[in-house]
């Protein structure tokens, strides 16, 4: 069993930046792939961004290239999630999960686990 918390989120005006974190319990967290998924009001829950365990391969939706980072930290069981040049449609609820058998990062069903969520609101 694992247990994911967000934090971090905020609200920010756009151009800005925030820094998300997911701790993770558990002592099995580099196991695990870790993503970032968020949901906007009235959207589905879209995929973000994804990490394998051992931090060496990353997955980005087009949208958010080239201005967010995902990076772990198995010593801290944390991931994160560095959000750059932040737009108004950035705005959702992000959730981070954890994969440990899926095969498909980004994929919605493919994950084991997920966090409470945590708001970005980002004003024009």
């Known amino acids: 069993q694992v247990q994911l918390v967000e934090s971090g989120g905020g609200l920010v005006q756009a151009g800005g930046s925030l820094r998300l974190s997911c701790a993770a319990s558990g002592r099995t967290f580099s196991s695990y792939r870790m993503g970032w998924f968020r949901q906007a009001p009235g959207k589905a829950r879209e995929f973000v961004a994804a990490i394998s365990w051992s931090g060496g391969s990353t997955s980005y939706t087009d949208s958010v290239k080239g201005r967010f980072t995902i990076s772990r930290d198995n010593a801290k069981n944390t991931v994160y999630l560095q959000m750059d040049s932040l737009k108004p449609e950035d705005t959702a609820v992000y959730y981070c999960?954890?994969?440990?058998?899926?095969?498909?990062?980004?994929?919605?069903?493919?994950?084991?686990?997920w966090g409470q969520g945590t708001q970005v609101t980002v004003s024009s």
């Open positions: 999960a954890a994969q440990r058998t899926g095969t498909t990062w980004r994929v919605r069903s493919e994950y084991d686990y």
